[in-house]
């Protein structure tokens, strides 16, 4: 009879669902694909604002420092330096200058009287070749000389010690150029002051840039600093957020000054030379750029603007910002972003969203987710004493007899500043050589109380308002540091308190009371009457310390200020003190946040980058105790310390890289999930298939009991040999032949699949499937599969190759991975695959690769090798670099033995029981005589008791128990000579 269509029950189940599925999910999909779009509005709107603050402070940045240079050098001798042979005596100021201030292209001065003296440094290959310079040049002098004859010019080429290499004629340029005829000499002649041009075309190289000027203090000359607009295109590149993304900075006039994005068939930071650079931006016949250069032109008293455009046929999202350069004419800087580009994270969102719920929908059916002869001579030898001095010879006495009273007083002084240099390069050295700053500091008082002479004095340091006396000498009782008392800064005498307040040295007689409180009385000695009160003075003006000195005579005004020179040399060893303190707990702490950042990431290994190093420190503290045996002479600097401690912390920083689901690998078809649950529904579609076949065979007219039968029979049957591949996957017992057999067996089981299995699936999946032409529907397919599209390629960048600087020696699988299901359940122990379990222990070359490629200081540069190699063993069957014993450090030994007991303890891992005491010994006595870890070592860390003081502190009660170690210390075996690598 007719009437509504019907269907089956799971059909419409099924049907519901995927509606109510798809309707969500797009639904959210939509949703996120909104607030994310508006969140990259958003946020490429305050980006834009961002990027002009940081242009006007990166550009303030740069230029700071070529000011002051340029400053500083026309208050030199060189803007009143007539000859070249006087200029070129200044050469290495400009060198100096040039060098610390890297956005300066050239330093230069132009004479009134056209004569002309330009210097740049040859930074490259290219430049050389502009000047025609040697290949060992690494700067130009440019000279012009304007004499009666006409004007004389001339390049000097100079290598890095600023030694003439070789030396041109350049007529034609001294013909062509005088300064005086340049915008940057007027300008800075008429201002009277520092300017900066705007940009224009150099004449020496043609390029595009702007002039520092600045006239000379005695007027006759302007010093001037080229700086070229190219850094202003590099900073822009960096701050482009897509790649079509158009970032330019424009003048006032609408012309291009710099560039981030791909203009005139150029990309990144446009370098283009000339006039090139300058052109206005509508000549670049780029449609969004000259929109925008117009947008700048007309933004009126408006600082910015920010629209949506469509231009040639895109729609851009536009920002227009208007930037002041100090009572100049303002820059604008223009960004466009392609809407598509903006919002390709939005659209990749929902595309996800969808794609998930595609996924989520078909799991359900199912499929499987980075310096007048009377009197000459005298002057003679002073002369040559001063010679002496300034080649640093001190031994000769300046003993030299005058009827001139100045040149016997000038005797006199040249002697004393001999001592005082002799005495202030000493203090240089003792600086300079000492290892341990804080008993440096009593070694430097002591050096100044001898130079000016002073029997007391004391060093405090200033903590919270607080005086905190760190050194202390009296010249009755010797060092009375310990009876100095703290001083708050508001109970301090008031002599003290003005000294710091004006922060300047002040000097008083100890009769005066605003001078000497009772704290201070231990320092007072019987020829001690005055005390200078010295405040010291670190590079950022915080007062970091107070001097004082006391002896029988007042010191006077010059007196004070040489020793205001050598406070602030002990000032800034008090710096250094504290930034090196501050420096070392920084790294300190960044290497612990790495270590427990590892320990945190899997419960696999909680706290084992803490514990490690607990445990090899002991095994070296005893080493260092040793007093025979293989240790007697071992001992330990306080830098072998300090890269033990480093070495420990990071020995597993590798582990970053591995991915989680292989570190937590439970069964052998887990991935990021377990894929016994695929099997599962495939055995399911097999029971039912069973079960349709029945009422088949019964409607067809078998006997029922018949059919019944032949259904329990088969159900049993699968039940049966899913348990099996079930228990296969958990990988508890080693796999025998007859179990492969069986599993192979299983493996040839079909079921029917009706639906396509390349829709819904990653690119990625997608592309290995491809791999193979497209069965027809319906496919028969193998109920345990190993299918092309499981095999991964391993990739070149994974890839060990054999001449690798590290020495790496690994048998590396041919695949990344192989995710065959029959494949990983005929694994043999455990859950783990050959390409996995190499992934795993790739963890130690990552280690190494990583700690190698820091830039340690000298001291700690056996690091990467102690850290990298405690998975190696003594007979050389280690991995990665298989290094025999004798390869390898004593500490890399040392900690290869901290790893593994503390592997074996560790009551943290949730995949097995922590081993008591006498079962770790026992398991590292037998890993002893097969040579996996070194006898030595693990000798001395029974026989000193280190094992059991690690235990007391770290192990649970229940794990400590008695060790009989006689039964393991004497007897071993010496591992057999290897000839593998």
Known sequence: MNGPRVFPLHFLIWFVFAFLLLVVGGSIAGAGYLITRDTLQSAASDSARRIGREMLEDVQGYVAPAEMAV?????????????????????????????????????????????????????????????????????????????????????????????????????????????????????????????????????????????????????????????????????????????????????????????????????????????????????????????????????????????????????????????????????FLVLAIPEDELLTGATRQAEAAL?????????????????????????????????????????????????????????????????????????????????????????????????????????????????????????????????????????????????????????????????????????????????????????????????????????????????????????????????????????????????????????????????????????????????????????????????LHVAAWLHDCGKVTTPEYIIDKGTKLETLSDRIHEIRMRFEVLKRDAEIRCLHERLAGEDEATATAKRDAELRQLDDEFAFVAACNRGAESMEQTHLDRLKSIASRTWLRTLDDRIGISQEEFARKQRTAPAGLPALESLLADKPEHCIERCPSDRIQPDNPWGFLRDEPDLLYNRGELYNLCVGRGTLSREERYKIEDHIVQTQIMLSRLSFPKYLRPVPEIAGNHHETMDGTGYPRRLRKQEMSTLARMLAVADVFEALTAKDRPYRKAKTLSETVQIMASMKQQGQIDPDVFELFLTSGAYRTYAERFMAAEQLDDVDIGRYVGSRQEPADSTEG
């Open 71 to 331: 400053t500083l050098i026309s208050h030199s001798s060189l803007a009143d330096a007539q000859t070249l042979d006087a200029r070129m005596t200044r050469l290495a100021l400009l060198r100096d200058a040039l060098d610390a201030t890297p956005v300066l292209q050239s330093l230069y001065v132009g004479y009134a009287s056209g004569d002309f003296f330009y210097v740049r440094r040859l930074q490259d290959d290219a430049v050389r070749a502009m000047f025609s310079a040697p290949q060992s040049a690494a700067y130009l002098v440019q000279s012009v000389i304007r004499g009666a004859q006409g004007p004389e010019g001339r390049n000097i080429y100079l290598d890095a010690a600023l030694t003439p290499i070789q030396t041109t004629d350049a007529a034609s340029f001294a013909m062509q150029y005088d300064p005086r005829t340049r915008p940057w000499y007027i300008e800075a002649a008429s201002a009277g002051g520092l300017i900066r041009t705007a940009p224009y075309v150099f004449f020496t190289d043609k390029g595009a840039g702007a002039t520092l000027a600045i006239p000379g203090s005695n007027k006759t000359a302007v010093v001037g600093g080229d700086i070229r607009l190219d850094m202003l295109g590099q900073m822009l590149s960096r701050m482009r957020r897509t790649e079509h993304t158009l970032i330019a900075l424009l003048d006032a006039n609408g012309h291009l000054l710099a560039s981030g994005s791909a203009i005139g068939g150029r990309s990144g930071a446009h370098v283009a030379q000339g006039s090139a650079l300058l052109r206005p931006a509508s000549e670049f016949g780029i449609p969004i750029l000259t929109d925008l250069a117009s947008r700048a032109a007309t933004l009126g008293a408006a600082t910015q603007m920010h629209e949506v455009a469509r231009i040639d046929g895109r729609d851009w999202y536009t920002w227009v910002e208007r930037l002041a350069t100090g009572g100049g004419k303002p820059y």
């Open 355 to 643: 794609g998930l719920t595609i996924l989520v929908l078909l799991a359900a059916i199912p499929v499987t987710w980075l310096f007048a002869r009377a009197i000459s001579r005298p002057l003679q030898v002073l002369a040559g004493q001063a010679g002496a001095i300034r080649k640093l010879e001190f031994d000769e006495t300046f003993v030299i007899r005058s009827r001139v009273a100045e040149v016997n007083g000038l005797s006199r002084a040249m002697d004393e500043m001999r001592l005082a240099i002799r005495r202030f390069l000493d203090i240089m050295r003792e600086v300079a050589s000492a290892p341990d700053l804080d008993r440096l500091l009593p070694i430097l008082m002591k050096r100044i109380m001898e130079i000016v002479g002073s029997p007391a004095g004391a060093l405090y340091f200033m903590r919270d308002e607080t005086m905190d006396p760190v050194y202390g000498w009296s010249g009755d009782t010797g060092d009375v540091t310990s009876a100095l008392q703290d001083i708050p800064l508001g109970a301090a005498p008031p002599a003290v308190r003005r000294a710091i307040t004006d922060g300047v040295v002040f000097s008083r007689a100890l009769a005066d009371s605003a001078v000497l409180p009772e704290k201070l009385r231990p320092l007072v000695s019987d020829n001690a009457s005055h005390v200078v009160i010295v405040p010291l003075i670190n590079r950022e003006r915080e007062l970091v310390a107070v001097m004082l000195l006391l002896r029988g005579t007042p010191f006077e005004g010059p007196e004070q200020g040489f020793i205001s020179a050598l406070a602030g040399l002990l000032g800034n060893s008090i710096e250094l003190r504290e930034l090196l303190k501050t420096q070392r707990e920084l790294f300190d702490a960044f290497i612990r946040m790495i270590a427990g950042a590892i320990d945190a990431k899997s419960p696999h290994t909680g706290g084992h980058c803490t514990r490690v190093p607990e445990v090899v420190k002991l095994i070296a503290q005893a080493g260092c105790e040793a007093r025979n045996g293989p240790f007697a002479d071992f001992a330990m600097s306080a830098s072998d310390w300090e890269v």
